[in-house]
């Protein structure tokens, strides 16, 4: 198989391109920086451009027979940035893929924030009525509409937290603050969530790609275990072996907080997630997923828990000096 990734030399994007590359497959992959792609230079064929460089798109799409699209944008200044970037982004994918004379399948790494939050004991599988709650999800759902409206083959994924070796946005921040005994959850720590390790994710997408009876659908994948946020803070805590004391932190004091981080981050004109939209995802009942649809589908199981993901997570962070 012939492979591009887009988001190549990102968390996820890397751990696709070394499954891509275990499997034995061709990649190419389309790097902004392309020191960063040095790594993967010896047997990835790389293409510099982004998602807004049309010529570059030409050249890495040519002679595809998959397209992950794993670039994106999660943190933005504004509704507009996050469009142009996960809206925009993946419609220019799409169109210089239906314009390459071939019919490469489009494998797009969405979010359970394009789907909405859940109710508890509920999670979602894909089928449900899709509802936003922040510009993040809304620009991620804009970009889904984007690859069904289009004329090739597609299917797409809804990752929940994702984790694992390389990530330097998501669980680790809980990680450093676990070393200090005392961690804050958002509400009383009870909120749903489901979680999936990065390696797993990576081999979802490959059965994604080279699966048909997967194709025109959207599925969520993570591992089937249901998680709170309190309950995540205490695995990291074992996986550490440290003893932590969660903290809840009330709607009203949660929103003021990120409503002062965010505004700081414009004055200064960086990008944040944390600011007073993502508010409106932390303090949800839940946001988990159900993978049994794409396990029918594909065969795929998520093979590693909680515990043995964070386990790993942890030796690999201790080793690289993250910690």
Do not use: C
């Not at 009870?190 to 997967?214: K, Q, R």
């Not at 990291?236 to 929103?255: F, H, Q, S």
């Not at 949800?284 to 790993?312: E, K, M, V, Y």
């Amino acid at each position: 198989m012939k492979a591009l990734v887009t988001g190549a030399t990102g968390f996820v994007g890397g751990h696709l391109v070394e499954a891509l590359l275990r499997g034995g497959h061709e990649v190419t992959a389309l790097v902004r920086n392309p020191a960063r792609g040095l790594p993967l230079l010896r047997s990835t064929a790389l293409i510099q451009g982004d998602l807004h460089s049309r010529p570059a798109l030409d050249a890495a799409v040519r002679g595809q027979d998959v397209v992950f699209h794993v670039a994106g944008a999660v943190a933005a200044r504004t509704e507009a940035e996050y469009m142009h970037a996960n809206r925009d982004g993946t419609a220019n994918v799409v169109a210089a893929a239906e314009a390459s004379g071939g019919r490469p399948r489009i494998v797009l790494v969405s979010s359970g924030a394009a789907g909405g939050p859940t109710a508890p004991g509920k999670p979602a599988d894909g089928t449900e009525r899709p509802r936003p709650v922040t510009r993040y999800g809304r620009s991620k759902l804009a970009s889904e509409e984007v690859v069904r409206a289009g004329s090739l083959p597609w299917v797409i994924l809804r990752p929940p937290t994702i984790y694992g070796p390389r990530d330097r946005e998501n669980l680790i921040k809980v990680f450093r603050m676990v070393r200090y005994g005392v961690a804050p959850v958002f509400g009383d720590g009870s909120m749903e969530v489901s979680a999936v390790f990065a390696p797993d994710l990576a081999d979802a997408l490959l059965a994604a790609g080279t699966t048909d009876a997967v194709l025109g659908r959207t599925y969520y994948v993570n591992h089937p275990e249901v998680l709170t946020t309190a309950g995540m803070v205490r695995a990291i805590a074992a996986a550490m072996g440290r003893g932590v004391r969660t903290v809840g932190v009330p709607e009203w004091l949660g929103r003021g907080i990120l409503h002062v981080t965010g505004t700081a981050a414009a004055i200064a004109g960086r990008a944040t997630i944390l600011n007073a939209d993502k508010a409106n995802e932390f303090f949800q009942a839940g946001w988990t997923g159900d993978p049994a649809p794409f396990t029918a589908a594909t065969g795929w199981t998520a093979a590693h828990d909680l515990r043995s993901g964070l386990a790993i997570t942890y030796d690999w962070y201790r080793v690289a000096g993250w910690l």
